[in-house]
């Protein structure tokens, strides 16, 4: 086992932005208010906030948010 580098710290925040970008461009696609998704995906505002700044966010709130936004998991994190 390798330990991480800073350069894979960078290289995992700039992967979660992506992904928070992917769930706030399909919410907008849909036509969705960030309080229409938070409460359809059974999460809290901060936590759709957070993980649509790029945060790092459980992969059971990346389930939940795929799923109310009616998308595949991997849609998200391709």
């Known amino acids: ?3 991480l580098s800073d350069d894979d710290d960078d ?3 700039a ?3 992506v992904i928070g970008d992917r769930i706030r461009d399909e919410r ?3 036509n969705q208010t960030q ?11 901060y936590t759709l906030q957070r ?6 966010v459980q992969v059971s709130t990346l389930q939940r948010i795929a799923a109310a936004l ?8 391709r």
Do not use: S
Not at 51 to 56: F, P
Not at 70 to 77: A, N, P, R
């Open 1 to 3: 086992m390798r330990d």
């Open 11 to 13: 290289r995992l925040a």
């Open 15 to 17: 992967r979660r932005r």
């Open 28 to 30: 907008l696609r849909q």
């Open 35 to 45: 309080e229409a998704l938070y409460l359809a995906a059974g999460i809290a505002r």
């Open 51 to 56: 993980a649509e700044a790029g945060a790092d």
């Open 70 to 77: 009616d998308i595949q998991l991997t849609d998200l994190v």
